[in-house]
């Protein structure tokens, strides 16, 4: 399995405000592998602040702008989106809802959504940092380092970038 952090398969898609270029460092994160592509918020919301919660909201479509990564493979053809969930104490649960893909690779109709992993918190105090492993292939894997924008809990935003980046 190789690990992809370095600047060359991270491309950032480009922006602009009034004419303008967006910053940089809020431009949404890219990385396209093999037809395999991984879109994440920059700055992402985090829905949902319970476990009871988070499970009830994974099973239907997220409503727009719930999710703060997507996923879309060639092979298996198949659309992934993860929303994020702050438990109390400091643990980021991910969850994650499939989609068919059509044969334009566009999103086709919900299949399922369930939580996918959780990771305990880097520091035992706020703000929150972890390092999130996510899968673009079967054999590629992008580090993503997600901080809580809160202090203290519930964390409504995280702020997630490349673990290049740090």
Known sequence: MRVLTGAAV?????????????????LPIEVIHDGNRLEAL?????PCHTLVGFL?????PLPNGAFALRVVRSSPPGAHEFALCVTADGTLVVGT???????????GGFLRGEIERSFPALEGSGPWRWVVPIMLSREVEVTLEVTA??????V????????HER
Do not use: H, K, N, Y
């Open 56 to 60: 009830e909201m994974l099973e239907r």
């Open 149 to 154: 924008q809160e202090d203290t809990w519930p």
């Open 156 to 163: 409504r935003r995280v702020v997630i970038r490349p673990e």
């Open 97 to 107: 809802q499939r989609f068919a893909v059509d044969p334009r690779g566009r999103r």
């Open 42 to 46: 920059r700055d992402a919301p985090v």
């Open 10 to 26: 991270v491309a950032l898609v480009a922006g602009a405000a009034g004419g303008q270029p967006s910053r940089p460092s809020m």
